[in-house]
C-alpha cells in the first residue's frame, strides 16, 4: 500500500472539514483557502458543476458557447481574473459546442469521502509544482483510491492547474484544448463512472491544483483515525 502523504500546513486546514459516518470521522467537501482572486472552491461545488453538466449538457452548451465573444484570437479573457491560451484556438470552443449538444444525459456522480481524500493526496504531493498523474511516491490513481476504500470497475482521474472557479475547472476539462482524445472530458461524461472525490489546493507553479477521481464503484474504507493522524 502505498505510503501515506504528510501534508502542508496550508493543505492541513483546508482539510479541516470532517464529519461522521457510524462513528467514524472522513473528509468530505471541504472549503480550501480562497485563491488570488478572492473565489473559493470545494469539492462540493464542482461536483455539482460536473453534475450540471452530465445532466443538461445541452444548458452546458450555452456557457462553453458564451466563451466566444471572450476569445481575442489567442486566449480566453476572463475581466478581471485569468486567461486561458488556447492551442486550438475557437475550433477547440465549436467542436465543445457540438458535442454537448449531441450528448446524451448521464446521471449525477456521488460524492465519496474516502475518494476526496485520495484526491487531497495527490493535491498535497503536487502542492511544490510537480505535474500529472504519477505521485511523488510512484503512486498512480489506483493506488491512492486504494488508500481509502475498495474501487471496482474502471476509475479515472482528471487534474486541472491555475483555475479559479468551479465553473472554470469544468469548462477546461471539457473543452480538454490541446489533447485530440479528449480524455478529460471522456472522464466527466462517462457513464461507467458513478462515484467522483475532488480535491483543491495551492500550486507553487500554476497557482492552483484540482485534482478529480471517478470510479464505477467505490466502498469507503471507515477508520476511527481522523485524517489528522498523517500529518
Same mark, same amino acid.
Given at each position: 500500500?502505498?505510503?501515506?502523504?504528510?501534508?502542508? %500546513?496550508?493543505?492541513?486546514?483546508? %482539510?479541516? =472539514?470532517?464529519?461522521?459516518?457510524?462513528?467514524?470521522?472522513?473528509?468530505?467537501?471541504?472549503?480550501?483557502?480562497?485563491?488570488?482572486?478572492?473565489? =473559493?472552491?470545494?469539492?462540493?461545488?464542482?461536483?455539482?458543476?460536473?453534475?450540471?453538466?452530465?445532466?443538461?449538457?445541452?444548458?452546458?452548451?450555452?456557457?462553453?458557447?458564451?466563451? #466566444?465573444?471572450?476569445? $481575442?484570437?489567442?486566449?480566453?479573457?476572463?475581466?478581471?481574473?485569468?486567461?486561458?491560451?488556447?492551442?486550438?484556438?475557437?475550433?477547440?470552443?465549436?467542436?465543445?459546442?457540438?458535442?454537448?449538444?449531441?450528448?446524451?444525459?448521464?446521471?449525477?456522480?456521488?460524492?465519496?469521502?474516502?475518494?476526496? #481524500?485520495?484526491?487531497?493526496? +495527490?493535491?498535497?504531493?503536487?502542492?511544490?509544482?510537480?505535474?500529472? +498523474?504519477?505521485? !511523488? $511516491?510512484?503512486?498512480?490513481?489506483? $493506488?491512492?483510491?486504494? #488508500?481509502?476504500?475498495?474501487?471496482?470497475?474502471?476509475?479515472?482521474?482528471?487534474?486541472?492547474?491555475?483555475?479559479?472557479?468551479?465553473?472554470?475547472?469544468?469548462?477546461?476539462?471539457?473543452?480538454?484544448? =490541446?489533447?485530440?482524445?479528449?480524455?478529460?472530458?471522456?472522464?466527466?461524461? $462517462? +457513464?461507467?463512472?458513478?462515484?467522483? =472525490?475532488?480535491?483543491?489546493?495551492? +500550486?507553487?507553479?500554476?497557482?492552483?491544483?484540482?485534482?478529480?477521481?471517478?470510479?464505477? !464503484?467505490?466502498?469507503?474504507?471507515?477508520?476511527?483515525?481522523?485524517?489528522?493522524?498523517?500529518?
Amino acid at each position: 500500500m502505498p505510503r501515506s502523504v504528510k501534508y502542508s %500546513l496550508q493543505i492541513r486546514l483546508a %482539510l479541516s =472539514g470532517l464529519f461522521c459516518v457510524g462513528g467514524y470521522s472522513l473528509l468530505l467537501a471541504s472549503e480550501y483557502p480562497a485563491v488570488a482572486n478572492g473565489e =473559493g472552491v470545494s469539492a462540493s461545488t464542482v461536483l455539482r458543476e460536473m453534475n450540471l453538466a452530465r445532466q443538461d449538457p445541452a444548458l452546458y452548451a450555452t456557457y462553453v458557447e458564451a466563451l #466566444r465573444s471572450r476569445f $481575442d484570437g489567442r486566449f480566453i479573457i476572463f475581466p478581471g481574473r485569468a486567461k486561458w491560451r488556447m492551442k486550438e484556438g475557437l475550433s477547440a470552443i465549436e467542436e465543445t459546442v457540438r458535442f454537448l449538444r449531441n450528448a446524451r444525459p448521464e446521471q449525477p456522480l456521488t460524492l465519496s469521502p474516502g475518494m476526496c #481524500r485520495a484526491a487531497a493526496d +495527490h493535491c498535497a504531493d503536487q502542492t511544490t509544482g510537480r505535474t500529472g +498523474h504519477r505521485g !511523488g $511516491d510512484r503512486s498512480s490513481p489506483g $493506488d491512492r483510491l486504494s #488508500r481509502y476504500g475498495i474501487w471496482r470497475g474502471p476509475w479515472g482521474e482528471n487534474i486541472a492547474y491555475g483555475k479559479t472557479s468551479a465553473r472554470e475547472i469544468i469548462l477546461a476539462l471539457i473543452i480538454d484544448d =490541446g489533447r485530440p482524445a479528449r480524455t478529460h472530458r471522456k472522464n466527466i461524461f $462517462d +457513464h461507467n463512472f458513478n462515484y467522483a =472525490g475532488v480535491a483543491y489546493g495551492p +500550486h507553487e507553479l500554476y497557482g492552483s491544483v484540482c485534482t478529480i477521481n471517478f470510479a464505477s !464503484g467505490y466502498t469507503e474504507r471507515l477508520a476511527k483515525a481522523v485524517i489528522g493522524c498523517n500529518f
